[in-house]
């Protein structure tokens, strides 16, 4: 889980990996953004279009409609008004007895079915059941003012009204019309003095006729309209037109609106607008899916616009993170080889941006460093080689007078020849000692300045020290560093023959084996406890070349430890000095057991003399190191 956390932090990104997110946000997330904005304006544009469109449609056909019903109100207003109409209704059949005043009755209706060619029959229908018509006639005997239509005439008071589709009447025609392929509409004619119903005009229109008006109108690919009433009838509809139970009660109460509905499981779009004159409603059906159709090519369009973006945003994101993380991991990677320790690495630099800069300047940074770091390893060399020098130069002072005071004790207790030499041995030994000032001398003048040095100890503790020195003859003319064995010889004295009860014995060795030149110091002595065995061990172990060549804390720490073994400074000065000379596969290794002794091996590597100096002796070195 906190992987998982840390995973999602953004810190913890590399920045390749940021610089493409960052891109990805500001070019995908917009594009997208604006697709859905223009998707869902284009939408809403498209469907306003649909829905205005058919509104003007539906309003075209709507006037149409009001055209026919105009004239076959004007047609019924003009029967009402005709002279001869009026006799007939006041009269009865004795107004038309004349077969001339009959025929002018009979051509003055005919004209109208002539001259509008959607009128299929009109009849005029007196109060008392007398009818005239040139195409209509009644159907049974059975009075006409008793059906249902003659009667809604009467109500409407000698307003136009529409009747709708015929059903069940007592009329017919002589073309005999379905009730269904016609449209009736009526119109009482009253008397004007004293209000009452003389007759009503009634007058069949062809329902071919709103067809023809009508089915012209495609709506999209399956879109048709049609005609309701204003009680739900349905005045005409396509034959192909399939609305099932479809609810159309919406219709009623709004002049126009829109509605959708399920109807046989497509999803249909009504839009309706009703006339005021007719009453009729003009209602538009269409599959909502065909409209949908074009806002599907428009999403489509859009989807694929958005998706090329989004392509050239996520390669553009790809080339510029790389082109802009590449050089800083190339750098990063540059960075971590000089933690590694590798200062000799420099970046190539071909390019002028900042980049560039950087990498100039990180090379430079490099170059000062590398410069500083020999600066500073010369420096530490000096140092401790002047701290070498005045330790030797303390050292003997301290040797001197311990000498010196063995001296004046001889010379008061044995008298002179002894003293003599005794003076002649220290003589000896401070030359050697100071060998002018050269720092590597033959093993045979380090043995012979330790020779000095034993006797004379030996003079100061008589039978309680006895040495053996032993070197191999091919040993002699090997350089080594000076006075690396007197603090050795001292510490198995001072540490080993002195603590232990009865004289000691120190034996000096020095022979070639293992490709290097081995000097052992052992003595018999009171020998160390394990656990200072070990602490000698680990002190000296952590004595490195580098650290001291930079007088590192770890040095100089291990002095410090060194200091606080006493009597311990010696070995500590000898392991420094050779593994500064010679590196780390050299030095000194201790063994010891207590009242048993001590064996201190110096690993020095075989030195070949070269040729001599004004300064002393150039050595060409055979150690591996």
């Given amino acids: 889980m906190k992987q998982l956390q840390r995973w999602f932090q953004l810190n913890n990104w590399s920045i390749r990996y940021k610089l493409i997110f960052h891109f990805l946000l500001i070019s995908i997330v917009p594009s997208m953004g604006i697709g859905l904005l223009m998707g ?152 004007p003095d004293t209000q009452r119903t003389e007759g009503v005009v009634l007058i069949d229109l062809k329902l071919r006729v709103i067809a023809e008006t009508v089915r012209d109108v495609r709506l999209g690919k399956s879109g048709f309209l049609m005609v309701v009433n204003d009680e739900g009838e349905r005045i005409y509809m396509p034959r192909n037109a399939n609305l099932g139970s479809a609810d159309l009660k919406q219709l009623s109460g709004q002049s126009s609106g829109t509605f959708s509905q399920t109807v046989n499981g497509r999803r249909l779009q009504f839009t309706y607008q009703k006339s005021p004159f007719t ?83 990180f090379n430079k940074m490099l170059s000062q460093i ?93 039978e309680k020290l006895n040495y053996r020195i032993d070197m191999d003859e091919n040993c002699g003319d090997m350089p080594v560093l000076k006075l690396i064995l007197q603090p050795i010889v001292e510490n198995a004295i001072y540490h080993g023959i002195k603590e232990r009860r009865g004289p000691g014995l120190v034996e000096v060795r ?20 394990e656990e200072r065995l070990e602490a000698l061990r680990a002190t000296l172990e952590a004595v490195s070349a580098p650290a001291v060549a930079a007088g590192s804390s770890e040095a100089t720490e291990a002095g410090r430890r060194l200091n606080g073994l006493s009597a311990s400074y010696g070995l500590w000065n000898v392991q420094e000095r050779i593994r500064l000379s010679f590196g780390e596969s050299y030095g000194i290794t201790l063994e010891s057991k207590e009242k048993a002794g001590t064996i201190v091996t110096i ?14 002796k150039d050595l060409e070195s055979s150690h591996s190191g």
């Fill in 40 to 191: 869902w304006t284009a939408n809403g544009i498209v469907e306003k279009q649909v829905n205005s469109h058919t509104t003007q449609l539906i309003d075209s056909v709507n006037k149409s409609l009001d055209t026919y019903a105009g004239n076959i109100q004007n047609i019924s207003y003009f029967i009402a008004m005709d002279p001869e109409i009026q006799s007939f209704l006041r009269e009865g059949e004795s107004a038309i007895d004349d077969d001339g005043e009959r025929y002018r009755m009979s051509k003055f209706l005919q004209s109208f079915t002539t001259l509008y060619s959607e009128v299929a029959g009109i009849i005029v229908v007196r109060a008392n059941g007398d009818y005239f018509s040139n195409e209509m006639y009644a159907r049974t005997g059975k009075s006409l003012t008793e059906e249902s239509w003659y009667q809604e005439a009467v109500q409407a008071k000698g307003i136009f009204k529409i009747i709708g589709h015929p059903a069940g009447r007592n009329v017919t025609t002589h073309a005999n019309y379905k009730e269904s392929e016609v449209v009736s509409v009526v119109r009482a004619i009253q008397n």
């Fill in 510 to 529: 020095a022979s070639v084996a293992g490709g290097m030149l081995n000097l052992t110091v052992r003595d018999d002595g009171a020998g160390m406890k």
């Fill in 603 to 616: 690993k020095h590597p075989i030195q070949l003399r070269k040729e001599e100096t004004a300064h002393g």
């Fill in 370 to 462: 590398t410069r500083l770091i020999s600066q500073v390893r010369e420096e530490q060399q000096l140092k401790r080689e002047a701290e070498l020098r005045s330790l030797q130069a303390h050292i003997q002072p301290h040797f001197l007078y311990n000498t010196l005071d063995t001296i004046q004790w001889l010379a008061r207790k044995d008298g002179a020849q002894e003293a003599t030499e005794m003076v002649e041995t220290l003589s000896k030994l401070f030359r050697l000692g100071l060998s002018k000032g050269q720092e590597f001398i033959s093993l045979a003048d380090e043995i012979e300045h330790i020779r000095s040095y034993l006797k004379i100890q030996q003079t100061r503790y008589k």
């Fill in 279 to 361: 009453n009729w409603t003009t209602v538009g059906v269409f599959a909502v899916s065909d409209s949908a159709q074009e806002i599907k090519d428009i999403n489509l369009y859009l989807v694929a616009f958005v998706s090329i973006v989004c392509m050239l945003g996520i390669a553009a994101s790809y080339y510029l993170s790389h082109s802009i993380s590449r050089p800083i991991s190339q750098l990063t990677s540059f960075m971590r080889k000089v933690e590694e320790g590798n200062m000799t690495i420099r970046i190539p630099v071909e390019r002028e941006d900042e980049m560039g800069v950087l990498g100039r300047s």
